[in-house]
C-alpha cells in the first residue's frame, strides 16, 4: 500500500489544497479492469487529513481489500459551502478531488465503485454530499456522524454544541432551508429519484450509545427510512473515539464493498 501526498490547484478553491491517499498499488493483489474502488475518506472536527492515517486501523484493511483511499482536509467547514468565496468544501470532496484523483492514480470511474465516509463532521459532510452528489457516490459510511446541527431546535440540549460549530453555517432558519442542511439534501434526491432521474446510494450509519450525538444519528437514520433510502443502521455500546470506530471500520468497509445492497 502506498501511501502518497500531493499538494494540486484547486479550481473550486482558488488556492492550493493538499490531498493524501493510500493506493494499493504494491499490495501483490491484480488491479481490477476497471480500476481500484475508491473511498473518499473525511476526517471530523479540529482534526485534519492524517486522522484516519494516524488514529485508525484503515490501511491494513484497505490493503486486504485492494481498495484506494482518498483523505482531504476539509478545516472545520462540515464540508459544505462556507460563508466565504472559494470555500465550496462540499464541491471539493463531492466533485473536484474525486474527478483530480482519477486522473492522477488508476481508479474506477465508476459510480459503483466510489464512496464516501467519514467520522463526526466527517459524517455529517459524508451524509450531506453523498446525497447531494448522489451521481458520484454508490455507498455511505457514516461513523457518530454531527448530525446533531440541524435536526434540533437552537436551545434543545441535544443539539450538543462545544465547538460553535454553527459558525460556519450563518443563521440558522436561513442555513437550515439550504443545501448546508443534510435534510434539504435528501428532500432534493428524493424528488430526482420519484421522477427517475437517480438513485439513492446506501448508507450505512453507526453511534455508540454512549455518544452525546446518539439522539441525532437516530432522528437521521428516520428521515432517510420515511424517505425510501436504503439505510443499515447500527449502535452499540462505544463512544465518540477511533476505539468505537476501529472496532467498526471491517463490517462497514466488507458491506460498502459487497457487490449486493444489504441495507
Not at 121 to 129: S, T, V, Y
Not at 201 to 222: E, K, Q, V
Request: charged share 25%; aromatic share 10%.
Amino acid at each position: 500500500m502506498a501511501l502518497i501526498k500531493v499538494t494540486y490547484a484547486s479550481d473550486v478553491m482558488k488556492r492550493q489544497i493538499s490531498l493524501s491517499a493510500y493506493i494499493p498499488i504494491d499490495n501483490g493483489q491484480p488491479r481490477p479492469e476497471y480500476g481500484y474502488r475508491t473511498l473518499v475518506m473525511l476526517h471530523g472536527l479540529t482534526a485534519d487529513g492524517s486522522s484516519w492515517i494516524r488514529e485508525s486501523d484503515i490501511e491494513a484493511m484497505a490493503r486486504e481489500r485492494n481498495l484506494a483511499v482518498l483523505f482531504p482536509s476539509g478545516e472545520n467547514s462540515f464540508y459544505v459551502q462556507g460563508l466565504a468565496p472559494n470555500s465550496d468544501y462540499g464541491e471539493l470532496v463531492g466533485r473536484e478531488i474525486v474527478e483530480f484523483a482519477r486522473g492522477l492514480f488508476p481508479l474506477s470511474a465508476r459510480r459503483e465503485d466510489t464512496f464516501i465516509g467519514g467520522l463526526s463532521m466527517g459524517g455529517f459532510g459524508a451524509l450531506r454530499n453523498g446525497l447531494k452528489y448522489a451521481d458520484t457516490f454508490a455507498r455511505v459510511i457514516s461513523f457518530s456522524a454531527a448530525i446533531h446541527m440541524f435536526e434540533f431546535e437552537p436551545g434543545d440540549p441535544r443539539r450538543h454544541m462545544v465547538c460553535h460549530e454553527d459558525m460556519v453555517m450563518g443563521d440558522y432558519a436561513a442555513a437550515r432551508q439550504t443545501d448546508r442542511n443534510p435534510a434539504v439534501c435528501l428532500e432534493a434526491l428524493k424528488a430526482r429519484v420519484d421522477a427517475g432521474e437517480g438513485s439513492y446510494p446506501g448508507i450505512y450509519m453507526i453511534c455508540g450509545i454512549d455518544d452525546d450525538l446518539i439522539d441525532a444519528n437516530r432522528s437521521f437514520r428516520d428521515r432517510l427510512l420515511a424517505a425510501g433510502v436504503p439505510v443499515r443502521y447500527r449502535e452499540g455500546p462505544g463512544r465518540h473515539d477511533f476505539a468505537y470506530w476501529n472496532a467498526n471500520l471491517p463490517d462497514l468497509l466488507d458491506w460498502m464493498l459487497a457487490d449486493e445492497d444489504r441495507a
